[in-house]
């Protein structure tokens, strides 16, 4: 993982981690794009890709260090070579943690809007077994998760967070986690739908992969890994078979997280698949892989 604060800092450029137009776990500075005088350009949580949410613009790290650093993109690579962390750990600060999780939360619908459930179908998804054995349900027009459908993530039986997932695909983040002092646990301390595998599965990055493989698949939620999230999956799974999306770094953090599941004793494999992630895969598609490494369907 490229290390964007390290950078930065080195290199001079004011940066943000909290405050106004920063989400958590992102890192704000201005953006070189355009004509922005605030913060507007962020480093995702996974480091590699900055996106500025006032011209739209995405830069890669090796673009940023390009730019600020004044050398061509070949010269930015070595330079790079010194800002990487050797494992994608992420560790947040502790805070105060909550008792109990409100679920669903105040103002959701339990009976998706037409807006939630053609996003849905148009993914390829039945409405109604998504919501069946997911427990997702709709915020609408209302409430910091507007427009989203909200995410229960469950562990040991009982809702410890909850994520929303944008259904317009227009606000400048797909995932918005719960709060972490509103959860029992943060996102990044949890891995999505582990209750519902058994020994062996898929792991994949986000919740809709999940759900084209149903109970054969968990998720990190998200590219970058913390070591309690490799805790749970190795004290959980005996195989593991990681189906990320095809490009470079989501390869890398697969190979990364391989690396340290076998090393907690793990037999893993990493999957590359025809399409470039796994949710654009149809329902067909899903099957047939989960037939050819479990032999059926869950």
């Known amino acids: 993982m490229f290390k964007a604060t390290r950078y930065l800092g080195d290199a001079g450029v004011p940066f943000w ?60 690579k070595e330079i790079a070579a010194s800002y990487m962390s050797k494992f994608s750990f992420v560790e947040h600060e502790e805070h105060n943690r909550a008792m109990s999780v409100k679920w669903p939360p105040k103002y959701t619908e339990a009976e998706l809007p037409s807006l939630h459930a053609q996003y849905l179908a148009k993914r390829g998804f039945d409405v109604r077994r998504i919501r069946e054995l997911f427990g997702v349900v709709a915020m609408y027009q209302t409430g910091d998760f507007k427009y989203r459908l909200l995410i229960p993530v ?15 695909d227009k606000q400048s983040l797909r995932y918005k986690n719960l709060k972490e002092e509103l959860s029992i646990f943060p996102a ?49 799974l005996d195989e ?34 025809d399409q470039s992630d796994p949710g654009e895969m149809t329902q067909g598609e899903a099957d047939e892989l989960l037939q050819e490494i479990f032999g059926g369907t869950l």
């Not at 890192?27 to 996106?51: K, L, M, W």
């Not at 469950?154 to 317009?168: E, F, K, N, Q």
């Not at 698949?217 to 490799?230: M, N």
């Open 240 to 273: 593991a078979y990681i189906c990320y999306d095809n490009e470079p770094q989501a390869q890398e953090q697969a190979e990364e997280l391989a690396q340290e599941l076998s090393l907690s004793g793990v037999k893993t494999e990493i999957l590359l698949i």
């Open 154 to 168: 469950i562990m040991d039986g009982r809702v410890v967070t909850y994520i929303g997932r944008d259904v317009t």
């Open 188 to 236: 990044k301390e949890c891995i999505y739908n582990i209750d519902n595998v058994g020994k062996r599965a898929l792991i994949v990055e986000g919740p809709t992969d999940v759900w084209r493989f149903r109970f054969n698949a968990v998720s990190p939620l998200g590219l970058v890994f913390t070591r309690k999230q490799i805790k749970i999956l190795s004290d959980r």
């Open 17 to 76: 981690t909290e405050g106004p137009n920063v989400s958590d776990g992102w890192i704000s500075f201005q953006c070189f794009c355009c004509g922005d005088r605030s913060n507007h350009r962020a480093f995702s949580p996974e480091g590699y890709v900055s996106t500025c949410f006032k011209c739209g613009v995405k830069k890669t790290y090796l673009e940023v260090i390009s730019h600020f650093s004044e050398v061509p993109i070949s010269k930015a």
